[in-house]
């Protein structure tokens, strides 16, 4: 169907024009459909069915549109997989596989049954065809992106599912296909099961050593994304030379990059923005530039085939979901999310339809025939549609309910204060800020600077420093104030900054001592010591913090009797939940049961694990536990708070001599509690030496000891 006026101009083959219709329908697809409230994924569709060949013929479905229709393909099963949590995916990983199972055996089973006795076909080609029901691809994945449900259980079901429905479909496929091929041996399944593992367990291997290397040595968003990219295609292509589909290496390469990326750093977002934007829609529009809607008017069995396709693959996979539901007795909207997350037909359908109508029969006909291609398509474009509308709906349904639950809690106050001194501390201490805020936090963020007066050189430095972090935190998403301001004393500036907007926390780069007769905390954190009773937080940081494999986090006796236990504990527990990381509390018996269960009601995702100490020099004997890689927090005390000892003025010494190349984050608890008195001036620190020694960490009386 062409325009007559426009058929000598058209199909366009310009480049520059071809990427400006396709930026128009990526750009108003959304906006129009919006209005009529159709999901944005149907839009890009029926946009691909316009434009394509089969409709007005404006565009051609040239090699660009291969290109980047694989690209968004993979990029659309990397997130999927990126975007899991792998601890809830390890324990709902049973779930996962039970829906991948049923969703496979389901359509397998009513297809091969309706294509022989309805449609008549052979065994041969009853089982490839069925396959093809089987087989699903997360095409409405965006819409949960969008509403922010990513991680919730029936959507980390159904992408764990689909690997397992997609890798069987796959397996089908190969073993047809494997049948026709002249060069089939009795080594061809044997060798392509150890290519498959060997590709695999190469993967799980190198690839997170190699990532681990790659984000310590290269700090770069731009160079990060590039390489993150690069291991996915290397993941897909090794996937291919094995003999399976590209997908499943691109899913795999997602799950081994998966804690080397968190959810809220601005690599994600940098790959999330570039996928849904560019990426992801071609591969949509380029899936309607196959279909073909007048097949189903015209010649041959094409709507009878296209008929029974759509009810066996929509009935199989809503059984499926159906029995998962009643089996772990799961709401009824996690159901519809699991169903219209698991059928949507395109990438492994497409695969196998195109592998069976190439596969020549010794009668000279093909193993899958016209009616069945054409019907392929009108079945990927019904799924597609089903798939988005369902999926739209029960994401929309799950957020309500979420955000109920999030107004039916009281609000934390959260109000985080960076101070920012020197240029090369900004990414480490922002981004760990980034990685313990709440995600839902209404408040920005604040980065300050301090600087004498008079001193313009400093101001401008300062500034720059500042566009540093509200770089960093906008590449995350995340709106953050910045201000420079003017002091006579860096902590008093600090100090009145934290009281004026009524901040709940500091964060702050840790000193580094000029001289060994220098005050291990600087005159800076002492002030801030003396002068704050919120909670403080100290860093430095040897190695990027997403590259951090274990957390090790030693406390006070009586810890939990301060005002501001929970909040570090919450703190923490953010920052291990992000990172994807084992964590080790090291404390009293009685402080461990109270963050065990803490832990276990907000995050129980958290691999935590829980040592009792004696009370002992419990520093040195962590020296012999804690790796480069390792991160020790440390949680402090003030003088005069119930969990201060005196034993404490030791530990900046046991710090230099066995932490100084690992990462270190010293907490100072929060001493503040709502309508209580703050505390008055004869419980700090009578000196400067009391101030610094004090105002620090834990372990038992060892008050003789000084290595």
Known sequence: MEIPVLSAYLPITDPTWIFFIVLCIILFAPVLLGRLKIPHIIGMIIAGVLIGPHGLHILDKDSSFELFGKVGLYYIMFLASLEMDMQDMKRIGNKAFVLGILAFLFPLGLGIISNIWILEYNLITSVLLASMYASHTLIAYPIVIRYGISRHRSVSIAVGGTIVTDTLTLLVLAVIAGMFKESTGDWFWPLMFIKVLVVGGFMIYAFPRIGRWFFKKYNDGVVQYIFVLAMVFLGAGLMELAGMEGILGAFLAGIVLNRLIPRSSPLMNHLEFVGNALFIPYFLISVGMIIDVQILFGEGDALRVATVMIVIALLGKWIASFVTQKIYKMSGVERDLMFGLSNAQAAATLAAVLVGYNIIMPDGSRLLGEDVLNGTVILILVTCIVSSFITEHAARKITLQTEKTIEDQPLEDEKVLIALAYPETVNPIVNLALMMRQEHCEFPMMALNVVL???????????????????????????MQSKVRLATNLANGIIHAMRENDYSEVVVGLHVQSSPTESFFGPVLLGLLSGLNRQIMMVRSTMPINTIRRIHVAIPEKAEFEAGFLHWVERIGRLAEGLGCRIDYHGHPKTLKHIRKY?????????????????????????????????????CARRGSISFRPSFEHIPHQIKKYYMKNSLLLVFPDTYAPGAMPAMSIMQPRTARDRYESGNEWFGPWRKLKE
Do not use: M, W
Not at 459 to 476: M, V
Not at 624 to 629: A, H, K, L, P
């Open 453 to 479: 007066d008079d001193d313009d050189a400093a101001r401008e430095r300062g500034q720059k420093i500042l566009e540093q972090a509200t770089h960093i935190a906008s590449a995350a998403n995340v709106q």
């Open 599 to 635: 832990l276990l009601k907000k995050h129980p995702s958290i691999r935590a694990e829980y040592h009792e100490t004696d009370g002992g020099n419990e520093l040195k004997r962590l020296s012999q536990i804690i790796r480069e890689d390792h991160l020790l927090v440390v949680v």
